[in-house]
């Protein structure tokens, strides 16, 4: 990851990309998080790959039309854990 990426607590960089696994303590709230998500990706106009197994949430960010890491990933990822702190 750049600089610019290093205050992201612990997101990972995996394969190029962002990652970042939640664990909450039900489906319902996995899934809220996720629609959560799915609300403020659509406002920024940028999407992850997100994967859910019942109380587990796995997040994946990439700009796909860049094949890397940008800015964008790194905004959504901010607002991610924003929205994680905002628990159910």
């Known amino acids: 990851m750049n600089n610019k990426s290093s205050d992201l607590g612990n997101w990972e960089e995996i394969e190029g990309k962002l990652c970042k696994d939640f664990k909450f303590n039900n489906f319902i709230e996995s899934f809220s998080f996720i629609t959560k998500i799915a609300l403020?990706?659509?406002?920024?106009?940028?999407?992850?790959?997100?994967?859910?197994?019942?109380?587990?949430?796995?997040i994946k960010l990439i700009t796909h039309d860049k094949n890397q890491i940008t800015e964008k990933d790194i905004d959504l990822a901010k607002k991610i854990d924003q929205l994680n702190i905002q628990k159910v």
Not at 44 to 53: A, N
């Open 40 to 58: 403020e990706s659509e406002k920024m106009d940028h999407h992850p790959d997100i994967l859910i197994s019942y109380n587990k949430v796995n």
